[in-house]
């Protein structure tokens, strides 16, 4: 009954930008933190960013700061991950999760089934 549905990625040129959207149903949206994760080929799934429920707190992996803005609209229960100045590094599977408080890998509740985005050089 919990769906969560990540949209919004495809295909961009390094410098170019894309912004990723998060749908949830089905769940509590404002009592749930919402992160964003990504796994390229070949290596172990990773956080990128995250929301809070309460004072709408974020946080960024270091390898994204500057680049990446989250946002949520509880009233469209939404998530946006803005991207900007995208890099190769930057290609992968972008799953959205939700969470009590912060979400992190360990602590996800619930999943979506991701958006692929690659970045060419």
């Known amino acids: 009954e919990v769906q969560l549905q990540a949209s919004g990625g495809g295909s961009v040129q390094a410098g170019g930008s894309l912004r990723l959207s998060c749908a949830a149903s089905?769940?509590?949206?404002?009592?749930?933190?919402i992160g964003w994760f990504r796994q390229a080929p070949g290596k172990e799934r990773e956080g990128v960013s995250c929301?809070?429920?309460?004072?709408?707190?974020?946080y960024y992996a270091d390898s994204v700061k500057g680049r990446f803005t989250i946002s949520r609209d509880n009233a469209k229960n939404t998530v946006y991950l803005q991207m900007n100045d995208l890099t190769v590094e930057d290609t992968g599977v972008y799953y959205c999760?939700?969470?009590?408080?912060?979400?992190?890998?360990?602590?996800?509740?619930?999943w979506g089934q991701g958006t692929q985005v690659t970045v060419s050089s």
């Open positions: 999760a939700a969470g009590p408080g912060i979400v992190t890998i360990a602590t996800a509740h619930y």
């Open positions: 089905g769940l509590s949206f404002d009592d749930h933190a």
């Open positions: 929301i809070s429920s309460s004072d709408g707190s974020t």
